[in-house]
């Protein structure tokens, strides 16, 4: 299963910018999908998720009312709105396709990882 990440680049603090995550043709239409982020020298952490149906989504509190997780099953894609920025979002973002339909916060709980979007957030 193949995962594409796009969307990062540099923005200042405050400012906005929208990731997207396409999966292969009808790949994942029934799993959960969610985004991780990497900053240097740090674990790879959970950041968002996103349930099969788009009907269930969890957040990271350090995340939580600044990004929305959606997802547009038609196309495949789950998207990552990131507003309000800020130094500490800077990290290597990854998608990654849950083995299940429902909503995880646990990196093992993920079976496949797309190859990451870097977002920096200059103060």
């Known amino acids: 299963v193949q995962l594409q990440a796009y969307g990062g680049g540099l923005v200042q603090a405050g400012g906005s910018l929208r990731l997207s995550c396409t999966a292969a043709?009808?790949?994942?239409?029934?799993?959960?999908m969610g985004w991780f982020r990497q900053a240097p020298g740090k674990e790879r952490e959970f950041v968002a998720v996103?349930?099969?149906?788009?009907?269930?989504?969890y957040y990271a509190d350090s995340v939580k009312g600044r990004f929305t997780i959606s997802r547009d099953s038609a196309k495949s894609t789950v998207y990552l709105q990131m507003n309000d920025l800020k130094p500490g979002d800077t990290a290597v973002y990854y998608c990654?396709?849950?083995?299940?339909?429902?909503?995880?916060?646990?990196?093992?709980?993920?079976?496949?990882w797309g190859q990451g979007t870097l977002v920096t957030v200059s103060s």
């Open positions: 996103i349930s099969r149906n788009g009907q269930y989504t």
């Open positions: 990654a396709l849950a083995r299940g339909p429902l909503t995880t916060p646990h990196r093992g709980d993920y079976q496949y």
């Open positions: 043709k009808r790949t994942g239409s029934n799993n959960g």
